[in-house]
């Protein structure tokens, strides 16, 4: 499984749009891109997933350029119940469920 | 989406003693159930990964003899932390997998049990 690195902290304002950025160079060819969201003392939640270009649905959009090596999530116009922490994860297509959890991204939209 | 249970919800207990945690899958059947641990500001930890009627298959680094898992149907597993210290609290939540579904590896998580050893 492909390692990925994201910033461990963003701040934001109600609002704005924000993009969180994940690097995984060593992605692989099968291996497809997913975004979970977690808020304190819950589960994970899928956000989106996809393996390139653009995928939008109702809650983000994710970006990923043509080297696959990086991806970007962009949350539109995020409110203060966005503040989580964001996890990005890099996994092959051969449907095992196993899923790697990195450091993830906090979060943090103030009013 | 689909809907993951764990109980209890939270659990407080007395050093040596055992506690079971109970995940199930309400509303579809489950091909895999993986157990994490999650200490306070930290990403979740893969535990085990347990199939229904197998043996379940540890990470490096976990004790199976202490954390036993049971996955008896293919939509309940438990988790049993045995003999339980205070260096075992934590938040530990378990997630369903069904293979074949519409996402490539999406997991379904439970709310997570906190748990607390006095």
């Known amino acids: 499984l492909a390692k990925t690195t994201q910033p461990i902290s963003m701040d934001s304002y109600e609002g704005q749009e924000v993009n969180i950025t994940c690097s995984h160079n060593?992605?692989?060819?099968?291996?497809?891109i997913t975004w979970y969201q977690q808020f304190p003392s819950q589960g994970p939640r899928f956000i989106i997933q996809?393996?390139?270009t653009k995928v939008t649905n109702e809650v983000a959009s994710l970006f990923i350029p043509a080297d696959r090596k990086s991806s970007t999530l962009s949350l539109p116009r995020v409110s203060l119940s966005d503040t989580a922490v964001y996890y990005c994860?890099?996994?092959?297509?051969?449907?095992?469920?196993?899923?790697?959890f990195g450091q993830g991204t906090t979060l943090q939209v103030k009013p | 989406g689909a809907v993951v249970s764990q109980h209890p919800s939270r659990v407080i207990c007395k050093s040596g003693t055992s506690v079971k945690i109970e995940c199930r899958s309400l509303?579809?059947?489950?091909?895999?159930m993986f157990w994490y641990r999650q200490f306070p500001k930290q990403s979740l930890m893969l535990m085990a990964t347990?199939?229904?009627?197998?043996?379940?298959?540890?990470e490096q680094g976990v004790e199976k003899d202490k954390f036993l898992i049971n996955h008896a149907s293919l939509t309940l597993s438990t988790l049993t932390v045995t003999s339980a210290h205070p260096e075992d609290s934590s938040f530990y939540i378990c997630?369903?997998?069904?293979?074949?579904?519409?996402?490539?590896?999406?997991?379904?998580f439970g709310p997570g049990t906190r748990l607390t050893v006095l």
């Open positions: 997630s369903a997998y069904q293979a074949g579904g519409g996402r490539y590896n999406e997991q379904f």
């Open positions: 347990s199939n229904e009627g197998s043996k379940a298959t540890y």
């Open positions: 509303d579809f059947q489950a091909t895999t």
């Open positions: 060593n992605i692989a060819t099968n291996d497809y």
């Open positions: 996809g393996y390139k």
């Open positions: 994860l890099v996994g092959d297509t051969s449907n095992t469920g196993k899923l790697i």
